[in-house]
């Protein structure tokens, strides 16, 4: 379901009410004029060092995830386990870096803004940090911590993309190799999602089109393709190429 620019994904068989996709650029932050923070602020709280390395063990995460109990959480397609593992596989299919698709099987870790379940507190970053790598985790919260009615029609900008944190409420100004992983994850996760939800996909399949085709120059060729062809037959694909 499409919530303030975005898909809330049905989580229990909950009822959810739909707002309009907001497509017009958002009004200034409050902290706008003053010096934004870089991604690396967002970072810092994981409590793990910039400089430690994780090797990443598929079969530990899982197991993780399991005990999160994301095999007994429904999502479009099955369970919420489900949907991570084809998120992180359609990463690879892309040919995402290694680190964003460790990030993509976790994505939902702190809850996102369409998807009220909460995995891990994001006072418990450096549990998840030393699981994955600070790296990997550092996406996963830039990616469950966007105010998506904020920031995705900043996605469309040329030039720094001001992201809205909404959990601390503050803004921040991610670099461009982190814009460019977070469009990637959101595009692998709303894909998969509109793939296997048709009355998604016949509602909201022209807002994500033009949100996808907009932002286009921040995503892969191949997540590209993938976008136009699951969402060509929902719109046109106007706008930035």
């Given at each position: 379901m499409w919530v303030g620019g975005a898909i809330v994904e049905p989580?229990?068989?909950?009822?959810?009410?739909?707002?309009p996709f907001v497509c017009?650029?958002?009004?200034?932050?409050?902290l706008a004029g003053r010096p934004l923070d870089t991604v690396l602020a967002v970072r810092e709280p994981s409590g793990v060092a910039e400089d430690v390395l994780k090797r990443f063990d598929r079969r530990e995460v899982e197991e993780f995830l399991l005990a999160c109990g994301t095999h007994r959480l429904e999502h479009p397609g099955g369970t919420l386990y489900e949907h991570l593992a084809r998120v992180a596989a359609l990463l690879a299919e892309w040919g995402a870096e290694e680190v964003l698709q460790h990030a993509?099987?976790?994505?939902?870790?702190?809850?996102?803004?369409?998807?009220g379940?909460?995995?891990?507190?994001?006072?418990?970053?450096?549990?998840?940090?030393?699981?994955?790598?600070?790296?990997?985790?550092?996406?996963?919260y830039l990616y469950g911590s966007c105010d998506r009615r904020a920031t995705y029609p900043r996605l469309a900008d040329p030039g720094p993309v001001p992201f809205r944190d909404r959990f601390t409420g503050r803004v921040v100004t991610p670099v461009e190799p982190d814009i460019r992983a977070f469009l990637e994850l959101t595009a692998a996760?709303?894909?998969?999602?509109?793939?296997?939800?048709?009355?998604?996909?016949?509602?909201?399949?022209?807002?994500?089109?033009?949100?996808?085709t907009c932002a286009r120059r921040r995503l892969s060729d191949a997540a590209w393709l993938s976008?136009?062809?699951?969402?060509?037959?929902?719109?046109s694909i106007t706008g930035p190429a």
């Open positions: 989580r229990l068989r909950r009822p959810e009410k739909l707002d017009e650029v958002a009004p200034q932050d409050r993509g099987l976790c994505h939902a870790c702190y809850g996102t803004d369409g998807y379940e909460v995995l891990l507190s994001v006072a418990d970053r450096a549990e998840l940090a030393a699981l994955i790598g600070t790296r990997a985790e550092s996406l996963v996760n709303e894909l998969d999602v509109v793939q296997h939800n048709p009355a998604i996909a016949s509602q909201h399949g022209a807002a994500l089109l033009h949100l996808f976008c136009t062809k699951l969402l060509a037959p929902y719109g």
